[in-house]
């Protein structure tokens, strides 16, 4: 049985996306981030970084992933699916997965901080991570004009990558002149899995019924 520790935020959805995805037996705690839940001293025994997500697994003695990029990396063990065995698409797949962790979630991330939530608006700030938010945008976009998927089949880089391109509007960045986006976010918005998956720890409907300034604490900030 896993062990989700989570919340409503894109690093969040790519977990319990890939969860229902596995259909793996799961149960999961929603972290309040408003309260620091995720700085408090049981927390940090598990990810000392104190972000989420985290599982743990306890048909493994209990072991513990943190980082989501390795937690999507460890199920695709653990199941045998959504990463090829193949050496060459294996290393593709993890090059795309690279790409959310290390560029798209980072620099969104800061569009959201600088366009949302900071007290001061710098328009150095918001320009700056906007736009390179829409030229990573471009980027998918251009390796997805001749497939269906990040790389070629659905892999956990579609998983890593769809929470984020979902939160655009939030970025206050324009998608719908990427076609080949735009296609891919709605081919795999309409995923039964993926629609259970955004329904954890919160339902969908109960987040749209709360205002802007009710969801700040539960959006996570990536500085």
């Given at each position: 049985?896993?062990?989700?520790?989570?919340?409503?935020?894109?690093?969040?959805?790519?977990?319990?996306?890939?969860?229902?995805?596995?259909?793996?037996?799961?149960?999961?705690?929603?972290?309040?981030?408003?309260?620091?839940?995720?700085?408090?001293?049981?927390?940090?025994?598990l990810?000392?970084?104190?972000?989420?997500?985290?599982?743990?697994?306890?048909?493994?003695?209990?072991?513990?992933?943190?980082?989501?990029?390795?937690?999507?990396?460890?199920?695709?063990?653990?199941?045998?699916?959504?990463?090829?065995?193949?050496?060459?698409?294996?290393?593709?797949?993890?090059q795309?997965?690279?790409?959310?962790?290390?560029?798209?979630?980072?620099?969104?991330?800061?569009?959201?901080?600088?366009?949302?939530?900071?007290?001061?608006?710098?328009?150095?700030?918001?320009?700056?991570?906007?736009?390179?938010?829409?030229?990573?945008?471009?980027?998918?976009?251009?390796?997805?004009?001749?497939?269906?998927?990040?790389?070629?089949?659905?892999?956990?880089?579609?998983?890593?990558?769809?929470?984020?391109?979902?939160?655009?509007?939030?970025?206050?960045?324009?998608?719908?002149?990427?076609?080949?986006l735009w296609?891919?976010?709605?081919?795999?918005?309409?995923?039964?899995?993926?629609?259970?998956g955004?329904?954890?720890?919160?339902?969908?409907?109960?987040?749209?019924?709360?205002?802007?300034?009710?969801?700040?604490?539960?959006?996570?900030?990536?500085?």
């Open positions: 049985m896993i062990e989700l520790f989570t919340s409503a935020t894109p690093n969040g959805y790519k977990v319990s996306i890939m969860l229902e995805e596995c259909a793996i037996p799961y149960t999961f705690h929603r972290i309040r981030l408003g309260s620091k839940e995720q700085k408090q001293s049981w927390f940090l025994r990810n000392p970084n104190g972000r989420i997500p985290v599982i743990v697994d306890h048909a493994n003695d209990d072991f513990v992933v943190f980082e989501s990029g390795a937690i999507l990396l460890y199920l695709a063990e653990l199941v045998g699916r959504f990463l090829p065995a193949e050496q060459k698409q294996r290393s593709r797949v993890l795309w997965l690279m790409f959310q962790t290390g560029g798209l979630g980072p620099m969104q991330g800061q569009a959201h901080v600088f366009y949302r939530y900071a007290p001061d608006k710098i328009p150095y700030a918001i320009g700056r991570y906007q736009n390179e938010t829409r030229r990573l945008y471009e980027v998918l976009d251009r390796q997805l004009d001749s497939r269906e998927f990040l790389v070629d089949d659905l892999s956990i880089a579609d998983f890593a990558a769809f929470p984020w391109v979902r939160q655009y509007e939030w970025a206050g960045v324009a998608i719908d002149d990427l076609p080949n296609r891919w976010f709605h081919l795999l918005l309409e995923r039964p899995a993926v629609q259970r955004l329904d954890v720890p919160v339902p969908q409907a109960e987040l749209q019924r709360r205002s802007a300034q009710d969801r700040v604490g539960d959006i996570q900030r990536i500085i």
